[in-house]
């Protein structure tokens, strides 16, 4: 089964960090555009980070400066470290790819798949 996991999510307090990351589950053959988007309780969930598969990268531009994208496609792996961070940054944060993999015999295809996502609570 071809899947999304992403972990690292927390409770940190003002001013901290957090470093998630997201594995590529199953046979994958190529991964194109990667991306984290968080969602808030009662918002539209917001793109905040992306990384094409040239590594060229754009964010939010609330939080430029702060979280870092980046991927390690031998390792099938995206991560997003985020550094003094704020309690508006308070979100479940989801990492979504366009992959091409197999979902079963001769079946092979390029999708879009989503993470469960992972909590991010920023609190004193």
């Known amino acids: 089964q071809v899947q999304l996991v992403e972990s690292g999510g927390g409770l940190v307090q003002p001013g901290g960090s957090l470093r998630l990351s997201c594995a590529a589950v199953?046979?994958?053959?190529?991964?194109?555009?990667m991306a984290w988007y968080r969602q808030r309780p009662g918002e539209q969930r917001e793109l905040v980070a992306g990384?094409?598969?040239?590594?060229?990268?754009n964010y939010v531009d609330s939080v430029k400066g702060r979280f870092t994208i980046s991927r390690d496609d031998a390792k099938k792996r995206m991560f997003l470290q985020m550094n003094n961070l704020k309690p508006d940054d308070t979100a479940r944060y989801f990492c979504?790819?366009?992959?091409?993999?197999?979902?079963?015999?001769?079946?092979?295809?390029?999708?879009?798949?989503w993470g469960h996502g992972t909590q991010v609570t920023v609190a004193s």
């Open positions: 990384i094409s598969e040239g590594g060229a990268i």
């Open positions: 979504t790819a366009q992959m091409e993999a197999s979902l079963g015999s001769h079946d092979i295809r390029v999708l879009d798949y």
């Open positions: 199953g046979l994958i053959f190529r991964i194109n555009d």
